[in-house]
């Protein structure tokens, strides 16, 4: 009876060791962090969607081998405890498009690294050493839209040719916006268009009066900041220009998605795909450090001709042959 006993035991030793041998074989799967500045958790939008795309064409499948911690901040209030609160996970690598994200975030870790998709030059604001060595914990990729400011006044002055004052609607609240509205300036005095600005904040933005304002100081042409709380907004945004027959340039496409008039800048979708690379190359052992800030190869010119046909605007045809894309 004892003999059967021990051999038992020996037998439940044994299966206990090969149990805690193969739960050690198992690998960890990476986590990711990611603070977006659009979507919410049932609709996260297109450029979430494209940071996963991009993660599956390099084999990463989201709960199997690899976990995403999505938030969501719908207002700038929420964005440091958000950040906060990724730290406090130890997150494999975090990820965010806002700027006051990624400032909070390279506040909170020295060691985490930092995968940023910024509007702006990320030397001049202070996140990195350089673009080719980055230094520290952060890198990703630059989407230049403040440099593109003048060519883009430019190209709505050819959309509009009758555009006599021109008016930028701007984030106030949102970190490293500012400068829009001074290159903006700078760009119409050079280019001799009477200009003026329109600030919004959160939590409660009064689009509508921005809207009131511009037609009272008879504004006609908009310009819209992608920054903060206006992205989430771009449907809203869209309409209210549209129910005021104002041209309406914006700095991304998916405003133009939405019913806006025209925009001029990187393509977004692959913007994010492309984060997903500098993931899996951070995830594989690469530094932050070590990895050169990505600039867009291409900008696009997106056109809308149902918005264009809405509020009575005729595109001129040499500006419709240089577009990459028309909405019909």
Do not use: H
Not at 193 to 209: A, H
Not at 305 to 318: C, F, H, M, N, V
């Amino acid at each position: 009876m004892s003999t059967r006993i021990l051999a038992l035991f020996c037998l439940l030793i044994t299966v206990l060791l090969i149990t805690a041998s193969v739960g050690a074989q198992q690998p960890k799967v990476p986590r990711i962090g990611f603070v977006t500045g659009s979507g919410e958790p049932n609709n996260p939008g297109p450029n979430v969607e494209a940071f996963r795309q991009g993660l599956q064409s390099l084999g990463y499948i989201e709960g199997k081998n690899i976990l995403v911690e999505y938030r969501y901040p719908q207002g700038t209030d929420r964005i440091p405890s958000l950040v906060a609160e990724l730290v406090q996970l130890k997150v494999d690598v975090f990820v965010s498009p806002i700027l006051s994200a990624i400032l909070a975030a390279k506040q909170a870790t020295k060691t985490i690294p930092i995968v940023m998709l910024i509007n702006g030059n990320p030397v001049e604001l202070g996140i990195i050493d350089s673009l080719a060595r980055p230094g520290g914990n952060i890198t990703g990729i630059t989407r230049f839209n403040r440099e593109l400011s003048w060519k883009r006044l430019e190209l709505f002055k050819e959309v509009a040719p009758g555009m006599s004052r021109v008016s930028v609607l701007n984030d106030a609240g949102q970190a490293g916006s500012g400068g829009a509205v001074e290159v903006y300036e700078a760009a119409a005095r050079a280019l001799k268009i009477p200009f003026t600005s329109l600030k919004i904040r959160d939590p409660n933005p009064d689009l509508e009066g921005s809207f009131r304002t511009a037609a009272k100081e008879r504004v006609s042409g908009i310009i819209v900041s992608r920054a903060g709380v206006l992205f989430r907004y771009r449907k809203k945004i869209a309409d209210l220009a549209m129910k005021s027959r104002l041209p309406s340039m914006f700095e991304g496409s998916d405003f133009v998605e939405a019913g806006g008039l025209v925009s001029y800048a990187s393509n977004d979708a692959e913007s994010y795909r492309r984060a997903a690379t500098y993931v899996d190359k951070i995830l594989k052992g690469t530094k932050p450090a070590d990895l050169p800030v990505e600039q867009p190869m291409k900008f696009e010119l997106v056109i809308n001709l149902k918005a264009a046909k809405q509020i009575g605007l005729t595109i001129p045809s040499d500006v419709l042959l240089r577009a990459d894309r028309v909405i019909k």
